[in-house]
């Protein structure tokens, strides 16, 4: 778990005293802390893939001792999921290749607007600059990426979609608001649950603890744990509120899934 914050991240910029604003976060909560959502995904033999390349993504690298990627799967193309993209060149220059990228046309198209200059061809040998693989990715697919198998559905996330991943019987549901029909056929049978859960009350683009408790109900996870928090998610608040099996992400979190 490299980041489970909200766009904004814990804390926000700004606070009384500059030091943040931490909304009902306990600022002495270590686990408070959150960055933008992200995630690595690490197989058996070693290779990893990194979900989303947000605004803290060089940070969150080196935070979680992460030495190499070796592919890279976009789930939208929000702001607090794409800004890091420029720091691409420098995994470029661990693996001394072009990095294998997916995502979905809309999401390609639109980081092709904003990074025109990462999907030039690369010149080798340097990498001044991100040297892509880009492949699109339709929901409804199963694809193989650094070794590992995941299925790609679709979300629902307001005014925009996003891609939610299964892997084995882990699911990794960012930034979604409501589930279709076959977004809960690709998480059936799931056992651990990451999913999206940005604050207490109802939101118009992201789940909140009522609906995420309804899900749960319905899907049947072992163990459910919360990401994409903003600053009304405070630790201690959850630990005493959150029923058993569902659980709040932390930075730095690792998770054992089985396939
Ligand atoms: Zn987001
Ligand atoms: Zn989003």
Redesign the pocket.
């Known amino acids: 778990m490299l980041g489970c914050g909200g766009?904004a991240g814990v804390p926000m910029v700004g606070g009384a005293d500059g030091r943040g604003d931490w909304g009902a976060c306990d600022p002495s909560e270590r686990r408070n802390r959150r960055t933008r959502a992200s995630i690595i995904l690490e197989g058996d033999d070693g290779r990893r893939i990194l979900i989303d390349t947000g605004p803290d993504m060089r940070n969150q690298l080196i935070d979680n001792a992460i030495p190499q990627v070796d592919a890279v799967l976009i789930t939208?193309a929000?702001a607090?999921?794409i800004t890091g993209l420029d720091d691409l060149r420098i995994l470029n220059r661990i693996i001394n290749q072009p990095m294998p990228l997916r995502t979905d046309a809309a999401t390609m198209e639109a980081l092709r607007l904003r990074f025109d200059y990462a999907f030039l061809p690369w010149r080798p040998p340097s990498f001044i600059r991100p040297a892509l693989e880009p492949e699109i990715i339709t929901p409804g697919d199963r694809i193989t990426l650094a070794g590992m198998s995941i299925e790609v559905f679709n979300q629902d996330?307001g005014f925009?979609t996003?891609l939610g991943l299964r892997i084995g019987r882990f699911a990794y549901c960012t930034?979604v608001v409501a589930l279709d029909d076959a977004a809960w056929r690709a998480l059936e049978g799931v056992e651990t649950w990451l999913v999206d859960c940005f604050q207490r009350d109802p939101h118009r683009?992201h789940a909140w603890p009522a609906l995420i408790e309804e899900w749960v109900a319905k899907l049947g996870p072992k163990r459910t744990i919360l990401t994409h928090m903003g600053n009304d998610m405070d630790w201690g608040w959850m630990m005493r509120n959150l029923p058993l099996g569902i659980e709040p992400a932390y930075d730095g979190m690792e998770i054992a899934i089985a396939r």
């Open positions: 766009s939208h929000h607090d999921h996330h925009s996003s930034d683009t």
